[in-house]
């Protein structure tokens, strides 16, 4: 279940998805199968070579990418490599709101 983001921002990043840009989307989240993670950052992009080359930095799989056919694909990142790759991307205010 998802909660803790307004339209406005799933809407700016749906619109840099569309842009080609590789997009981050950080909300609260709970799904019992990941005790302990409260959050989950998704990170998407329209051209998934390129999602795919990004996430290859981080040491995540192209087999990982959630295929969408609306067009909104991404990787999901959760727990400790959330944070990693967020800290690394300057991003790490994005899980300000959610401590």
Known sequence: MAFGIDRQTVRQWKRKIDNGE???L??????ERFPGC?????VG?????KLAEWGAQYG????????????YSH?????????EILHKEGLEE??????
């Open 26 to 31: 950080t909300h609260y989240w709970i799904d």
């Open 22 to 24: 590789i997009a981050f």
């Open 75 to 83: 990787f999901d990142l959760l727990g400790d490599k959330e944070k």
């Open 94 to 99: 994005q899980l300000t709101p959610f401590r």
């Open 60 to 71: 995540l799989k192209k087999a990982w990418i959630d295929i969408r056919k609306d067009g």
């Open 45 to 49: 992009c329209r051209d998934l070579d």
């Open 38 to 42: 409260k959050t989950v950052t998704k």
